[in-house]
């Protein structure tokens, strides 16, 4: 029960300022292990074998790692969460604005590093951050960008000490990211 809260969590930790999200457009994917929504104009691929939650607090779509062990406390994940932004923004201005929403929802945050990066040929921000849950701690990795009026959050989470070791994995998600 304490890993489900602790999933939980962890989606919604890394999607706690989308709203008003509307229904998605899920088709079938031709392409094992990518998820296509429509009706959000994105589409992800996850590692296999990682189980998908759509619409799971706040986030569009979330991947949860499978269980490593008994003792394994925590589902490390790559979700996607779109905002509908009520004008068009510059993506500093976007990125800023989830900055300020992650030291404000967030306890004992640490910025480790921020940069740039291309998804799909478009221009990205990114954020690697370390927070306090009640569970514990929690390192995250999240990019931000826009296509028109509408921003992505791809946010990969993991517990501290393992984030080097799916860093990799998390990335690969991220930059697999299309605008469909």
Known sequence: MARIQLAILCVAASTFWAFGLTGCGTESSPEPGRYYDQGKGFSIRFPVGWSIQEENEGATIAALCPEEDADDMFFECVSVTVEDLPYRMSLNEFFDGNRKSINTYFSDVVVKETGTATIDNAPAKWIS????????????????????????????????????????????????????
Do not use: N, W
């Open 129 to 180: 951050y370390t927070y306090e849950m009640q569970e514990g701690s929690v390192q995250a990795l999240e990019y931000c960008l826009l296509e028109a009026r509408r921003g992505y959050y791809i946010t990969c989470d993991s517990e501290p000490h393992k984030f080097a070791a799916y860093r990799d994995t998390l990335e690969e998600s991220a930059q697999s990211f299309r605008f469909e």
